[in-house]
């Protein structure tokens, strides 16, 4: 695949006349701005991409273990918690997806719950898939190719990847004496064994454990140098050992009840990270000893007792271990020489390739892993909230960690806009507020919202008024606080302005903009009544005629849309009733009660075409209005319609294209387009790729035909471009 960028200044000149020669006056006045904004921002020419990409943002999602194999140099795994698993690719320096072939059906298979490598064999990993206990039950996986290819294996149990205590470990281990001999230890079923390489399990009834519910069995350890030793976590318990390779159990009398981490040393010596003090200590001769490191009680959360999470040997030096504080904002490491009996804290720097990771990203939040490489001498990596680091001289005064992103797509999206001109694409999402793509689809954006204006952990929602595109809209809000607003661009989202004025503790969650006036818009709420503001967000008041919003944050459904050419028409859709305002969104009226209802759903405007709209209903169908949803046709043959996108019509046409991820009649489920309003559909997904990690929003480009976004719950956002 090759892309191509247009950057000349006459371009953007060209592409505002038409818009100008189309719409109203008011966009005359931005052509100067979108000409300079054109000369300085990549405008994506991909060709002959056969294959959906991601886009490149850079990591953001929490990464909850690192796996390096014994055997060989550079074979790296990494778990998510949402977002699936990886393996590293160190000729290129980035990280390979290995579990997109799952499609939507498959979705909770994306939690990372836990991973294992075979140490006799560099071929072979296992890992155990499932976001939710409460969602479809998890499985685990093997594979004999380094994670190219996978084979269900017949143990089917909840699993919870994105659930509490995700960040400690390991659950899923390979005897290194006999590769045949796997445990699993799960959240709320037990203990488990397989004694044929997978192929079959046996739950181990032997094993006595009581771990707290929903948590289960959170550590397995085999010792790498004494056949049939294990040690098993039950967490909230306690740590118990098998000398037998799992027949038989003893709890060990002292161990910690809510232990982190466990690893075990060349000379048999158990380690132990704890969430409870003492924080770290070791286990020899049948004895405990507090071998925590000394720290302020700065470092502690509330002035309780700092949480140790992070754990690793030397596998070359049974004395030299690491041991790092979890469940904080800020991470410190330690280092001991002499098997925990004195203590550094390791002073380190920062090498950041991401360029708008903000300094609170930078600190080793809320480490899950760090772990010395077994091929590489001074060489760690460790795991955090955000991504992936490495130190290649662990033994400098200074270390210097480096966060290796690349490939690393694992963020949540809430909102995508493609204006008719500007940045091609900008971004609303979870915890790390969002991005004006102004490098491209494939490279790092330059900055989130937060570089250049407020800050918020979430972007719930994006909008721009259709008559002067660089006028721009978004709220969201930091869910730890309660605290909402929102925020307005006059340069296409390049910089950001707070909003004057937002009721306090009320979450906004969808937006849309006057077609012809970029201060008037109109916002709806979680579990309120929707509010309207015509001076930019300096004052509001609540909008008459519909029906109070979706709870939110995680509701993706887009019930709000502007007519793109009438500034005083809205739309909204609410339980099998169309609603419109002809009055700037002052009032609402029912004005079509005779639709299904669907809480999934997308009501959608079509640019340049007044009272044309299109609604989404997932199971329900796909219906179409060409008079301002007075009457809606059904489209035939579409069984399904999950998401759906409007885009930029073909040349010498004006009929603008459609693109739905759902299922068509006699074609089955994958991501479609149509050229003629739904008569007929082209499927343009791929089998091996369908996007199947909860994909929750869909756009196209208003700028070229053919460009098609799609935002994931933990996959970042792909694109593709139909030719």
Same mark, same amino acid.
């Given at each position: 695949?090759?892309?191509?960028?247009?950057?000349?200044?006459?371009?953007?000149?060209?592409?505002? /006349?038409?818009?100008?020669?189309?719409?109203?006056?008011?966009?005359?006045?931005?052509?100067?701005?979108?000409?300079?904004?054109?000369?300085?921002?990549?405008?994506?020419?991909?060709?002959?991409?056969?294959?959906?990409?991601?886009?490149?943002?850079?990591?953001?999602? %929490?990464? #909850?273990?690192?796996?390096? *194999?014994?055997?060989?140099?550079?074979?790296? $795994?990494?778990?998510?918690?949402?977002?699936?698993?990886?393996?590293?690719?160190?000729?290129?320096?980035?990280?390979?997806?290995?579990?997109?072939?799952?499609?939507?059906?498959? =979705?909770?298979?994306?939690?990372?719950?836990?991973?294992?490598?075979?140490?006799?064999?560099?071929?072979?990993?296992?890992?155990?898939?499932?976001?939710?206990?409460?969602?479809?039950?998890?499985?685990?996986?093997?594979?004999?190719?380094?994670?190219?290819?996978?084979?269900?294996?017949?143990?089917?149990?909840?699993?919870?990847?994105?659930?509490?205590?995700?960040?400690?470990?390991?659950?899923?281990?390979?005897?290194?004496?006999?590769?045949?001999?796997?445990?699993?230890?799960?959240?709320?079923?037990?203990?488990?064994?397989?004694?044929?390489?997978?192929?079959?399990?046996?739950? /181990?009834?032997?094993?006595?454990?009581?771990?707290?519910?929903?948590?289960?069995?959170?550590?397995?350890?085999?010792?790498?140098?004494?056949?049939?030793?294990?040690?098993?976590?039950?967490?909230?318990? +306690?740590?118990?050992?098998?000398?037998?390779?799992?027949?038989?159990?003893?709890?060990?009398?002292?161990?910690?009840?809510?232990?982190?981490?466990?690893?075990?040393?060349?000379?048999?010596?158990? $380690?132990?990270?704890?969430?409870?003090?003492?924080?770290?200590?070791?286990?020899?001769?049948?004895?405990?000893?507090?071998?925590?490191?000394?720290?302020?009680?700065?470092?502690?959360?509330?002035?309780?007792?700092?949480?140790?999470?992070?754990?690793?040997?030397?596998?070359?030096?049974?004395?030299?271990?690491?041991?790092?504080?979890?469940?904080? #904002?800020?991470?410190?490491?330690?280092?001991?020489?002499?098997? +925990?009996?004195?203590?550094?804290?390791?002073? *380190?720097?920062?090498?950041?390739?991401?360029?708008?990771?903000?300094?609170?990203?930078?600190?080793?939040?809320?480490?899950?892993?760090?772990?010395?490489?077994?091929?590489?001498?001074?060489?760690?990596?460790?795991?955090?909230? %955000?991504?992936?680091?490495?130190?290649?001289?662990?033994?400098?005064?200074?270390?210097?960690?480096?966060? $290796?992103?690349?490939?690393?797509?694992?963020?949540?999206?809430?909102?995508?806009?493609?204006?008719?001109?500007?940045?091609?694409?900008?971004?609303?999402?979870?915890?790390?507020?969002?991005?004006?793509?102004?490098?491209?689809?494939?490279?790092?954006?330059?900055?989130?919202?937060?570089?250049?204006?407020?800050?918020?952990?979430? #972007?719930?929602?994006?909008? %721009?008024?259709?008559?002067?595109?660089?006028?721009?809209?978004?709220?969201?809000?930091?869910?730890?606080?309660?605290?909402?607003?929102?925020?307005?661009?006059?340069?296409?989202?390049?910089?950001?302005?707070?909003?004057?004025?937002?009721?306090?503790?009320?979450?906004?969650?969808?937006?849309?903009?006057?077609?012809?006036?970029?201060?008037?818009?109109?916002?709806?709420?979680?579990?309120?009544?929707?509010?309207?503001?015509?001076?930019?967000?300096?004052?509001?008041?609540?909008?008459?005629?519909?029906? *109070?919003?979706?709870?939110?944050?995680?509701?993706?459904?887009?019930?709000?849309?502007?007519?793109?050419?009438?500034?005083? #028409?809205? %739309?909204?859709?609410?339980?099998?009733?169309? $609603?419109?305002?002809?009055?700037?969104?002052?009032?609402?009226?029912?004005?079509?009660?005779?639709?299904?209802?669907?809480?999934?759903?997308?009501?959608?405007?079509?640019?340049?075409?007044?009272?044309?709209?299109?609604? =989404?209903?997932?199971?329900?169908?796909?219906?179409?209005?060409?008079?301002?949803?007075?009457?809606?046709?059904?489209?035939?043959?579409?069984?399904?319609?999950?998401?759906?996108? /409007?885009?930029?019509?073909?040349?010498?046409?004006?009929?603008?294209?459609?693109?739905?991820?759902?299922?068509?009649?006699?074609?089955?489920?994958?991501?479609?387009?149509?050229?003629?309003?739904?008569?007929?559909?082209?499927?343009?997904?791929?089998?091996?790729?369908?996007?199947?990690?909860?994909?929750?929003?869909?756009?196209?480009?208003?700028?070229?035909?053919?460009?098609?976004?799609?935002?994931?719950?933990?996959?970042?956002?792909?694109?593709?471009?139909?030719?």
């Amino acid at each position: 695949m090759m892309n191509h960028y247009i950057t000349h200044r006459s371009i953007g000149k060209i592409i505002c /006349i038409a818009v100008t020669a189309f719409f109203s006056a008011i966009a005359l006045s931005q052509c100067t701005v979108a000409a300079d904004l054109a000369s300085s921002i990549p405008q994506p020419q991909i060709v002959n991409q056969d294959s959906w990409t991601n886009v490149a943002i850079g990591g953001g999602g %929490y990464v #909850t273990g690192v796996y390096l *194999h014994p055997q060989k140099e550079n074979l790296i $795994y990494i778990k998510t918690d949402v977002g699936g698993f990886y393996r590293w690719n160190a000729v290129e320096q980035k990280w390979i997806p290995l579990v997109d072939h799952f499609p939507l059906s498959q =979705s909770n298979y994306y939690g990372g719950e836990a991973l294992a490598l075979d140490p006799n064999n560099p071929n072979i990993v296992y890992i155990a898939a499932g976001k939710y206990l409460w969602a479809d039950q998890g499985t685990i996986f093997k594979s004999i190719d380094q994670g190219s290819t996978w084979k269900k294996l017949n143990l089917d149990l909840p699993m919870g990847g994105n659930q509490d205590k995700r960040w400690i470990g390991e659950r899923l281990a390979v005897n290194p004496f006999n590769s045949n001999e796997i445990l699993f230890g799960s959240r709320q079923s037990g203990l488990w064994k397989s004694s044929d390489a997978g192929i079959t399990w046996s739950h /181990i009834t032997s094993f006595p454990g009581q771990p707290e519910a929903d948590i289960g069995i959170t550590a397995i350890a085999f010792d790498r140098n004494h056949s049939g030793l294990v040690y098993v976590n039950a967490y909230g318990d +306690g740590i118990y050992e098998s000398t037998d390779a799992g027949i038989t159990w003893n709890r060990i009398a002292g161990s910690p009840a809510k232990t982190m981490r466990i690893a075990i040393a060349s000379n048999r010596t158990l $380690y132990v990270t704890s969430a409870t003090s003492p924080g770290v200590r070791k286990y020899t001769n049948n004895r405990w000893s507090n071998i925590t490191p000394p720290h302020s009680w700065k470092d502690a959360i509330a002035g309780s007792q700092i949480v140790f999470n992070g754990l690793s040997i030397n596998p070359t030096n049974a004395n030299d271990i690491l041991v790092s504080s979890g469940e904080t #904002t800020s991470t410190k490491i330690y280092r001991s020489l002499d098997g +925990g009996t004195t203590w550094q804290e390791q002073k *380190h720097s920062i090498n950041n390739t991401v360029p708008w990771w903000r300094s609170f990203m930078l600190t080793h939040r809320w480490v899950s892993a760090i772990e010395f490489d077994p091929k590489v001498a001074g060489r760690v990596w460790l795991t955090d909230w %955000y991504g992936i680091w490495k130190t290649d001289d662990i033994n400098a005064s200074r270390v210097t960690w480096t966060n $290796y992103e690349k490939g690393h797509e694992e963020l949540v999206t809430f909102a995508l806009v493609s204006p008719p001109i500007g940045i091609p694409l900008l971004s609303g999402v979870a915890d790390v507020d969002g991005f004006s793509h102004n490098n491209g689809l494939d490279t790092f954006p330059s900055r989130s919202f937060g570089n250049s204006g407020p800050t918020f952990q979430d #972007t719930f929602s994006i909008a %721009y008024s259709e008559q002067a595109p660089l006028r721009m809209v978004r709220v969201g809000g930091n869910r730890w606080s309660s605290t909402y607003g929102g925020a307005t661009s006059t340069d296409g989202g390049l910089t950001w302005k707070q909003f004057t004025s937002f009721p306090t503790e009320v979450m906004p969650m969808r937006i849309a903009v006057s077609a012809t006036n970029p201060n008037l818009f109109i916002v709806t709420t979680s579990g309120r009544q929707a509010l309207r503001t015509d001076n930019g967000g300096h004052s509001w008041k609540p909008v008459s005629g519909l029906p *109070h919003g979706a709870e939110g944050p995680w509701n993706w459904s887009q019930p709000l849309a502007a007519d793109k050419v009438n500034g005083n #028409t809205f %739309y909204y859709y609410a339980d099998g009733k169309v $609603y419109r305002s002809s009055n700037g969104g002052l009032s609402f009226e029912t004005v079509n009660s005779s639709l299904p209802h669907d809480g999934w759903h997308l009501l959608k405007t079509v640019p340049k075409v007044a009272g044309e709209v299109w609604l =989404s209903l997932n199971w329900q169908g796909f219906y179409h209005s060409t008079d301002g949803g007075a009457t809606f046709n059904k489209i035939a043959g579409v069984e399904r319609a999950y998401l759906f996108a /409007i885009g930029q019509p073909q040349v010498q046409s004006k009929l603008a294209p459609l693109y739905l991820y759902g299922k068509i009649k006699g074609m089955g489920e994958g991501i479609f387009q149509s050229l003629d309003q739904g008569k007929t559909w082209l499927d343009i997904g791929d089998i091996q790729q369908p996007i199947g990690n909860e994909p929750n929003v869909m756009e196209a480009s208003h700028q070229q035909y053919g460009l098609v976004f799609i935002g994931t719950n933990g996959r970042g956002i792909y694109y593709k471009k139909i030719e």
